[in-house]
């Protein structure tokens, strides 16, 4: 797993969390491309080395068992 130079920068989980709100608040284009199996958030930022943060997020299947488990959950509400 390659990890995020913009986001190492920061000393904790709440700066991140602020950062990425602050980026998402702001007017520049943001990129969402949706393949197969997986989502790419883009998010450009203003810095002089690092020109965007780029989230891919991947589909989780669930086990049988873990499917079973989500419809017992249901039943019971």
Same mark, same amino acid.
């Given at each position: 797993? %390659?990890?995020?130079? =913009?986001?190492?920068? =920061?000393?904790?989980?709440?700066? $991140?969390?602020? @950062?990425? !709100?602050? *980026?998402? %608040?702001?007017?520049? %284009?943001? !990129?969402?491309?949706?393949?197969?199996?997986? $989502?790419?958030?883009?998010?450009?930022?203003?810095?002089?080395?690092?020109?965007?943060?780029? =989230?891919?997020?991947? *589909?989780?299947?669930?086990?049988?068992?873990?499917? $079973? @488990?989500?419809? =017992?959950?249901?039943?019971?509400?």
């Amino acid at each position: 797993m %390659k990890s995020n130079k =913009f986001l190492a920068i =920061f000393d904790s989980i709440d700066e $991140i969390y602020e @950062q990425i !709100i602050y *980026e998402f %608040k702001k007017d520049s %284009k943001k !990129i969402i491309i949706q393949e197969n199996n997986k $989502i790419n958030i883009i998010i450009p930022v203003e810095h002089l080395k690092i020109k965007e943060i780029k =989230f891919i997020l991947t *589909e989780n299947n669930k086990t049988d068992k873990e499917l $079973i @488990q989500d419809l =017992f959950v249901e039943i019971n509400n």
